[in-house]
Antibody, heavy 122, light 110 residues
Framework: QVQLVQSGAEVKKPGASVKVSCRAS????????MHWVRQAPGQGLEWMGI????????RYTQRLQGRVTMTRDTSTSTVYMELSSLRSEDTAVYYC???????????????WGKGTTVTVSS | QSVLTQPPSASGTPGQRVTISCSGS????????VYWYQQLPGTAPKLLIY???QRPSGVPDRFSGSKSGTSASLAISGLRSEDEADYYC???????????FGGGTKLTVL
């Protein structure tokens, strides 16, 4: 079955960077895009961006442009999300979510990882 | 402030039918499909409805979605205690070139 296994919880200081991984299995890695979505404590969902694991192209939300980078390792079917210059407002659960084509170039979110908690605190 | 507007809460008794609304604009719901996600307490969201009114396999037919103009609705019939969760709508937004979510609706089964 389709699975997205994310890395463990992280605690970081303000100004540092964090890199979260998401290993995909149960489907052809390069045939689906991958989104990242975050959820601050007690808050709603925020879309961060999307990557094409096949070609490596990315699109980020303007709010995080310049601070977020999505990469992938096709040999291990793993995508990564790195967020830099962390601030307390970045404390959240970060989810990787598989993207299935609605119509080019829109990919809707179907299968979700369990989430990775990132805490930013001095 | 979320781009899509949902009521913060909804409630019903077992067996009842409840609806949750999601309001947007011409740059999102008015032009693109709407998706609904269910988030049970302490878990990751799960796709509940896709492309306005389609159910993924395994989702009971008690859940249904509809869209009209720049608004959409999720209906849950035959309400059960296990339906108590947060529900989010989502759509692609042309102006932002990204996905937008509603603020979420907390459903309580009384």
């Amino acid at each position: 079955q389709v699975q997205l296994v994310q890395s463990g919880a992280e605690v970081k200081k303000p100004g540092a960077s964090v890199k979260v991984s998401c290993r995909a299995s149960g489907y052809t890695f390069g045939s689906y895009y991958m989104h990242w979505v975050r959820q601050a404590p007690g808050q709603g969902l925020e879309w961060m961006g999307i990557m094409n694991p096949s070609g490596g192209s990315t699109r980020y939300t303007q709010r995080l442009q310049g601070r977020v980078t999505m990469t992938r390792d096709t040999s291990t079917s793993t995508v990564y999300m790195e967020l830099s210059s962390l601030r307390s407002e970045d404390t959240a659960v970060y989810y990787c979510v598989r993207g299935t084509q609605e119509r080019y170039p829109i990919y809707y979110m179907d299968v979700w990882g369990k989430g990775t908690t990132v805490t930013v605190s001095s | 402030q979320s781009v899509l507007t949902q009521p913060p809460s909804a409630s019903g008794t077992p067996g009842q039918r409840v609806t949750i609304s999601c309001s947007g604009s011409s740059s999102n719901i008015g032009s693109y499909y709407v998706y609904w996600y269910q988030q049970l307490p302490g878990t990751a969201p799960k796709l509940l409805i896709y492309k306005n009114n389609q159910r993924p396999s395994g989702v009971p037919d008690r859940f249904s979605g509809s869209k009209s103009g720049t608004s959409a609705s999720l209906a849950i019939s035959g309400l059960r205690s296990e339906d108590e969760a947060d529900y989010y709508c989502a759509a692609w937004d042309d102006s932002l070139s990204g996905w937008v979510f509603g603020g979420g609706t907390k459903l309580t089964v009384l």
